[in-house]
């Protein structure tokens, strides 16, 4: 099991914390999906819950929420996740990865759905 990075969004204050899951803490992520609701407990956090929101890996591939599984794929894209478009109407096609985090993962977006952030050392 790699290291992850945690990144969690608080929207009440409007603040973000990097965190980082070392071992085999990280085993508590691998395989959840971008939309699942996690306890906090799990990962040592606290009383809290947060919702998978995205994330990419080690290269920078973003995690796309409407791909299946852990795979690489090329597909075509006309907005984010994984493009922003310039003009009206562009589309391009793109290298992105499934809905599932995998081992490949680096860091993993979430935001905060119940609690607050403390001090918490993964």
Excluded: C, W
Aim: charged share 30%; proline share 6%.
């Amino acid at each position: 099991m790699g290291d992850l990075q945690l990144v969690l969004s608080d929207p009440k204050t409007r603040t973000a914390k990097k965190i980082e899951v070392k071992g085999n803490l990280s085993s508590v992520l691998i395989g959840r999906k971008i939309g699942e609701i996690i306890d906090g407990s799990s990962l040592g956090l606290g009383n809290i819950k947060f919702k998978i929101t995205g994330g990419t890996d080690k290269s920078g591939i973003p995690h796309v929420p409407d791909i299946e599984g852990p795979v690489k794929k090329y597909v075509l894209l006309a907005g984010p996740p994984g493009f922003r478009p310039k003009r009206e109407g562009e589309k391009k096609r793109k290298l992105v990865r499934g809905n599932t985090i995998a081992d490949d993962t680096y860091q993993v977006n979430a935001v905060i759905v119940e609690g607050e952030i403390k001090d918490a050392k993964v």
